[in-house]
């Protein structure tokens, strides 16, 4: 199953919009990409999954460009409530990994 | 409506003892997956349970085992405790035995090795 990577941290401001990359080289046919918010002391929480090109639904968009090598999770206008710790995860049917993750802190 | 309860929240062993781990899927659901967190870490799938038997299974010894009841719940056991076993570990409970998917988790259990 592919390696997944993504930045440590990231800052930002409160009304911005944030994206954050994960990169895939080695993702399979079979491999989708998923995004999972995890607050302190709590399980993780789904945010989005797509196979390529691009999916959205209310919390977040999510980039997949044709190579599949990399994914970009697009946060809209965010809160501090949205600082958190995001999860990369490639999964097919046999297996998965979540990346290291990335913590995101946003300031008023 | 109940989501995924998980049993004990916090507990402390000992190097060499055995410990057992509930888990309750949401309502719905019929398929229940383990992880194992360790600090600072993201998740590492251990199992997956669908129709009462081990579907799925990352790289976990096989001092890692589980069960699923008929009524969909879950235990993890781990024997043989290691320090290195200390770690939150999440139970996630889906429909239909898929790993893809939106998986709903507990809060954890946090198993202290000492």
């Known amino acids: 199953l592919a390696k997944t990577t993504q930045p440590i941290s990231m800052d930002s401001y409160e009304g911005q919009e944030v994206n954050i990359t994960c990169s895939h080289n080695?993702?399979?046919?079979?491999?989708?990409i998923t995004w999972y918010q995890q607050f302190p002391s709590q399980g993780p929480r789904f945010i989005i999954q797509?196979?390529?090109t691009k999916v959205t639904n209310e919390v977040a968009s999510l980039f997949i460009p044709a190579d599949r090598k990399s994914s970009t999770l697009s946060l809209p206008r965010v809160s501090l409530s949205d600082t958190a710790v995001y999860y990369c995860l490639v999964v097919n049917n046999n297996d998965m990994r979540f990346g290291a993750g990335t913590r995101l802190t946003v300031k008023p | 409506d109940a989501g995924v309860t998980q049993s004990p929240t916090h507990l402390i062993k000992t190097r060499g003892q055995q410990v057992t781990l509930r888990c309750s899927p949401k309502s719905g659901h019929d398929t229940v997956s383990w992880y194992q967190q360790a600090l600072g870490q993201g998740p590492q799938f251990i199992f997956q349970y669908y129709e009462e038997e081990e579907r799925q299974r990352g790289n976990f010894p096989d001092r890692f085992s589980g069960h699923q009841f008929p009524n969909y719940s879950s235990e993890l056991n781990v024997n043989a405790l290691l320090l290195g076993d200390s770690a939150l570990y999440l139970c996630?409970?889906?429909?239909?035995?898929?790993?893809?998917?939106?998986?709903?988790f507990g809060e954890g259990s946090r198993l202290t090795v000492l």
């Open positions: 080695n993702i399979a046919t079979n491999d989708y």
């Open positions: 797509g196979y390529k």
């Open positions: 996630a409970s889906s429909f239909g035995k898929r790993l893809t998917g939106e998986l709903f």
